[in-house]
C-alpha cells in the first residue's frame, strides 16, 4: 500500500465525505515548496488556498508558535491577555477600521460581521432594517448566516431555508444595486474581487453604485476580505484600492499564516452599537492565534512584505498575459497582486491536474478558471519556475482540446 492508499483507507472510514481531495498525501513543507509521503517535490501557488500567507515552515513563525506554546495557549475570552490589543491595533493601523472582534475562520468573521450589522439598526432603534444585499457569485463561507450570503445554489439548496431578507444582484448592473438597496437593507455585503467566484474584481461602476446606495438609504457595507486581504493584493485591503469605504470587513485566511483565526473589523459608529454578551466564542482571539497574527502583521507592517508582493505583481501580470497570448485557451486574465485568475474556454481540472501531477499546484474555481494564490513570500525565480511549468500544461492540454 502507498502512503496515499493508506490515508485513503483510514479516511474513507472515519472522516466525513464533505470534501473531493486530490490524490495526493503531504507531509511537509518549505517556504513555496510542499512535499508528499513519496518525497516528491511540488511548487504551491496556492498555499493552502490563501492561508500559508509566509509560506510553509516559516522559522520566524514557527519560533513564535513554539514560544507561546511553551508559555500560554488559552486562557478564554473571560480574561484579558496582552496579544488580542496588540494584533487589533495592527489591524486598525492598516484598514482605517478601529475595532476588531476575534473568531477563528474566514466564515466566523462574515457571520459577526452580519450580526453586527444587525446590531447595529437594531441599537438604532429600527427594527425594520434586518436585509442583506449581496452580490451574484458571491462566496462568504457555509455557516447559515454566510450561506445565506453565497450564491452557489449547489451549496444552498441542501439547507434552505436559510437568512430570510437576502437578495443578489449582478454587480455589472449598477442600475439593480440601486433598485435592490433599501431602507429594509442593514448591509450590502461584497468581497472587492470574488475569489471562489472566479476571481471577478468589483468593476468601478459596481463600486459607484454600492458607494451611492450605501450614502441614499443609509445601509452598511461589508467588504469581505477573507481572501483578498491582508496584502494579497499588493495593499492591506482590497477595498482601499478600490475606494470603497466599508463600516464591516472580514478577514481570516492569510492572517494566522496557517494558524485559524479570522475577525471582523469595525467602524467606531458599528463598535458603539455592540454591548457585552452580544456575540463571543470560546477560542476567538487566542493567546496563540493572537501571537501568530501578530507576527504575520509585522511581517507586512515592518519585515518589507508588503512591498515585496506590490514589486512582484507587475511581474507575475506580465508574465500570465504573455501565457494568454500563447495559449489560445486562455480566455481572460485578473486579478491583482498574488491573487490571479486565468479564465479558460474549457474547464480548468485538466489543467489543475496536470500541473499536478508537474509538480505544480494551482486550483479551479468556478469551473473554467484557474486560479493562483502563492505565499506572500514566493520569490521572483519561483514563480517564474511556475509559471513555466504552466506553459507547458497549457500547451499539453491545448493540444488536447484542439485534437
Ligand atoms: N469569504 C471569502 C471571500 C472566502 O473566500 C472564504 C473562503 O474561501 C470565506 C469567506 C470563508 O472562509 P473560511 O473557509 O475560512 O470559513
Redesign the pocket.
Known amino acids: 500500500m502507498t502512503a496515499l492508499d493508506t490515508v485513503r483507507e483510514i479516511e474513507g472510514r472515519h472522516v466525513l465525505a464533505t470534501y473531493k481531495r486530490q490524490p495526493v498525501v503531504f507531509t511537509r513543507g518549505e517556504g513555496a515548496r510542499l512535499f508528499d509521503g513519496d518525497g516528491r517535490e511540488y511548487l504551491d501557488l496556492l498555499s493552502g488556498?490563501g492561508v500559508a500567507s509566509l509560506g510553509h515552515a516559516h522559522p520566524g513563525l514557527a519560533a513564535v508558535i513554539a514560544d507561546q506554546s511553551a508559555t500560554l495557549l488559552h486562557t478564554s475570552n473571560l480574561y484579558y491577555h496582552p496579544l488580542q490589543g496588540e494584533a487589533a491595533a495592527r489591524l486598525a493601523t492598516i484598514s482605517g477600521l478601529p475595532r476588531t472582534f476575534f473568531c477563528n475562520?474566514?466564515?466566523e468573521a462574515?457571520e459577526a460581521c452580519l450580526k453586527f450589522a444587525r446590531r447595529f439598526w437594531h441599537t438604532q432603534g429600527d427594527r425594520e432594517r434586518t436585509e442583506f444585499v449581496a452580490m451574484e457569485g458571491a462566496?462568504?463561507?457555509r455557516t447559515f448566516g454566510?450561506l445565506s450570503v453565497t450564491h452557489d445554489e449547489h451549496y444552498r439548496e441542501p439547507f434552505e431555508p436559510l437568512l430570510p431578507g437576502v437578495t443578489f444582484v449582478n454587480a455589472n448592473e449598477p442600475a439593480a444595486i440601486a433598485a435592490a438597496v433599501t431602507d429594509r437593507t442593514a448591509a450590502i455585503i461584497a468581497?472587492p474581487i470574488q475569489?471562489?467566484g472566479g476571481v471577478r474584481p468589483l468593476s468601478a461602476a459596481a463600486v459607484s453604485a454600492i458607494t451611492a446606495a450605501c450614502r441614499t438609504t443609509g445601509a452598511l457595507f461589508i467588504a469581505?476580505e477573507?481572501?483578498t486581504g491582508l496584502g494579497r493584493t499588493g495593499v492591506p485591503f482590497y477595498f482601499q484600492a478600490l475606494g470603497l469605504n466599508p463600516d464591516l470587513v472580514?478577514v481570516?485566511?492569510a492572517l494566522g499564516g496557517g494558524v485559524p483565526i479570522?475577525a471582523c473589523l469595525c467602524s467606531e459608529r458599528v463598535a458603539q452599537a455592540i454591548s457585552a454578551g452580544d456575540h463571543g466564542t470560546t477560542y476567538g482571539g487566542n493567546l496563540l492565534a493572537c501571537r501568530a497574527a501578530v507576527f504575520f502583521l509585522q511581517q507586512i507592517m515592518e519585515g518589507g512584505l508588503l512591498d515585496h508582493v506590490k514589486a512582484l505583481a507587475p511581474h507575475f501580470e506580465r508574465r500570465l498575459r504573455t501565457l494568454a497570448l500563447r495559449h489560445s485557451l486562455v480566455t481572460d486574465v485578473r486579478g491583482a497582486g498574488l491573487m490571479r485568475g486565468l479564465e479558460l474556454r474549457v474547464d480548468a481540472t485538466p489543467v489543475v491536474d496536470t500541473a499536478r501531477q508537474h509538480g505544480l499546484l494551482v486550483n479551479r474555481t468556478d469551473e473554467k478558471v484557474v486560479r493562483m494564490l502563492p505565499p506572500l513570500t514566493i520569490t521572483a525565480a519561483e514563480l517564474d519556475r511556475g509559471l513555466d511549468i504552466l506553459d507547458t500544461v497549457l500547451a499539453a492540454v491545448g493540444s488536447e482540446v484542439h485534437a
Open positions: 488556498i475562520s474566514g466564515t462574515v462566496f462568504s463561507g454566510s468581497e475569489g471562489e469581505d477573507v481572501q472580514s481570516g485566511k479570522g
